[in-house]
């Protein structure tokens, strides 16, 4: 495989950890391992007595049992424990596709999911959203978009970096396409559970068709990326197995403690998703705030889950320069749109940690003495 170097990657390795202040944050502000702990009594007994032996290749039992809890009708030896939400993707891809296949992929999404498609030498089809559209995907377009050779389809809902929340008839169309032809849909769920109204939450794509692939993460939505523990949901036996067969050669198995301490934060995860919504109701309230007082200078459509959303500041024809200009300036970091898209003048901007305000106010100190 020839794979190009990840932008968003690459972009953050070499100013995430000396910024002062990060803006642009991906995920929820994380728990330590004491405030995990105080969830469950018993925490630091389980983890003293943790034997630090191989695990199971596919995930403890117990992680498995507590992650199909989350989903309707998956069971836990149809869920595959991997290192965080990459390594899913990269054993989903390895499984189902080959060479020649065709995929189509949500644009803009996060790299991998169309990058790693392209190296294995399939045919990519970008499937396009825009800001006039309120980043809508369009199920005619995917209609027209599949071929003879369409393997799979591959959505992100919520999406990032937009904030994009899928209506239940639009997902409903996309399932009902994929169905029509047996194609496989790939649904990056990492953000679900972050719906600002859980009325607006939707059923996983796994729930909803046997050959939908459901992938989490305890990154995102419960702001617990140190543990490098993420998941496939996957109902169609010979695709799991061959997913486990991929993953011999990458990790083979988890780490005992991170597994452990996912299986507490999963325990209590209402608890956890509660704490995360509250803090990005409150940044994004305050986030309105600073735009409704800035209204000629930037442009956005209002995310409705997760913690992220595309802004557009106006009048900036160089968005990389842009950010390096608020780096430079105020030790803020934002990151450029043209990560996602070579294309886009919009930043990313993330609400999910407690330092948004303080960042948030550097930030403005910049825009008003441009």
């Known amino acids: ?51 630090l032996g191989y695990t199971h290749t596919a995930g403890h039992p117990d992680l498995r049992a507590r992650i199909a809890s989350l989903y309707a009708h998956v069971q836990p030896d149809e869920i595959t424990v991997h290192a965080g939400a990459q390594e899913a993707v990269f054993t989903f891809m390895n499984a189902a596709l080959e060479p020649g296949d065709h995929v189509i992929v949500h644009h803009p999404a996060y790299q991998s999911l169309a990058e790693i498609p392209r190296a294995l030498g399939c045919n990519v089809t970008l499937w396009p959203t825009a800001a006039a559209e309120r980043w809508e995907l369009d199920p005619d377009v995917l209609r027209d978009a599949i071929g003879p050779r369409t393997r799979a389809i591959v959505i992100n809902t919520p999406h990032s970096p937009t904030g994009w929340l899928p209506s239940a008839p639009t997902l409903d169309a996309i399932v009902s396409l994929a169905r029509e032809r047996g194609i496989l849909l790939f649904s990056d769920e990492v953000y679900r559970g972050l719906e600002y109204d859980e009325r607006d939450r939707l059923p996983a794509v796994v729930d909803l068709y046997e050959h939908g692939v459901s992938l989490g993460v305890m990154s995102k939505a419960y702001g617990l990326a140190g543990l490098r523990i993420g998941w496939l949901a996957v109902r169609d036996g010979d695709l799991a197995r061959r997913v486990r067969q991929v993953k011999d050669y990458t990790t083979i198995c988890s780490s005992a403690p991170s597994e452990c301490l996912a299986t507490i934060a999963l325990e209590h995860h209402r608890d956890i998703l509660s704490r995360n919504i509250g803090l990005i109701r409150d940044n994004l309230a305050a986030f309105r705030a600073f735009l409704d ?20 500041p106006a009048g900036v024809t160089d968005i990389e320069r842009y950010c390096d200009l608020v780096l430079d300036r105020t030790g803020v970091l934002l990151l450029p749109g043209t990560v996602f898209d070579e294309t886009s003048s919009a930043v990313r901007i993330g609400f999910g940690r407690r330092s948004f305000g303080d960042a948030l106010e550097h930030f403005g100190e910049f825009v008003d003495q441009a």
């Open 293 to 312: 007082a800035r209204p000629t200078q930037f442009a956005w459509v209002p995310p409705r889950a997760g913690t992220v959303a595309f802004v557009e």
């Open 1 to 51: 495989m020839q794979l190009r170097p990840f932008r968003l990657e690459r972009y953050y390795d070499v100013r995430e950890f000396t910024a002062r202040y990060m803006m642009s944050a991906s995920d929820c502000e994380t728990w330590t391992v004491a405030e995990l702990a105080a969830l469950a009594p018993n925490a630091a007994d389980r983890l003293l007595a943790l034997s």
